[in-house]
């Protein structure tokens, strides 16, 4: 029997959090190895743990796979989270598309200068309501389905429901007059595999402090 997957990231959301959204959906237990220090990152270079010299890196299957994107798609094609069909995959690979790039748009804000937050807040925050929840609204009314492709759980749902749940962090009106988006919030939630992991003392991270941002400059070398 194989282990549990192994994640190696810094203790904080970043570009492992879809990950570890998509394995506890698929009710996957898995472990951290939490890279603290720039000599822990340095160790995981110099083994060759890591192709590119940078995390997220996943152990799982006998591989150590990099890459966010490259994670989740064998995450969800093992887990079969993927579609039943290339039209179904090429639907799901768009929409998350969209989702990662206003996700990348949310999570920069804690790294904006101070000057700059404000009009960069008000940016993204015209972006969420009047180009990219418009857009996966209009996708739920034209099936009138409860997921988002093939009337059933993909990775697209849980991505999504990450995505809402940072934009309600952000300011929780947005989403008031997106009610089909707002129950599929809801909805997905409320999946047992879903709803374990929003509980407290889960491996969902919380939002980013000061602390944090900091840690995350330091192992991260960047300004």
Not at 38 to 60: A, F, H, R, T
Not at 86 to 114: H, Q, T
Not at 135 to 159: C, P, W
Not at 192 to 215: C, T, Y
Request: glycine share 4%.
């Amino acid at each position: 029997m194989a282990g549990k997957p192994v994640l190696h990231y810094f203790n904080g959301r970043g570009r492992m959090e879809c990950i570890r959204w998509l394995l506890a959906a698929a009710g996957v237990e898995f472990e951290e190895k939490f890279v603290e220090t720039p000599e822990d990152m340095e160790k995981l270079i110099k083994d060759g743990s890591l192709m590119y010299q940078q995390v997220p890196m996943v152990e799982i299957d006998g591989m150590k796979l990099v890459q966010t994107r490259a994670i989740l798609n064998y995450i969800a094609t093992k887990y079969n989270l993927y579609g039943k069909d290339m039209k179904e995959r090429a639907l799901i690979d768009m929409y998350a598309e969209g989702i990662f790039d206003l996700s990348e748009m949310v999570m920069s804000l804690v790294l904006c200068p101070p000057d700059q937050r404000e009009a960069n807040i008000a940016l993204v925050k015209n972006k969420i309501k009047n180009r990219y929840l418009p857009a996966f609204e209009k996708v739920l009314k034209s099936h009138g389905q409860d997921y988002f492709v093939g009337n059933r759980l993909t990775r697209v749902d849980i991505h999504l429901l990450e995505l809402l749940l940072y934009i309600e962090e952000l300011d929780a009106s947005l989403l008031a007059s997106f009610p089909l988006l707002k129950a599929l919030k809801t909805r997905i939630s409320n999946l047992p595999n879903v709803k374990k992991f929003l509980q407290p003392g889960s491996q969902r991270k919380p939002p980013p402090d000061v602390e944090k941002i900091a840690e995350a400059r330091k192992l991260f070398n960047f300004s």
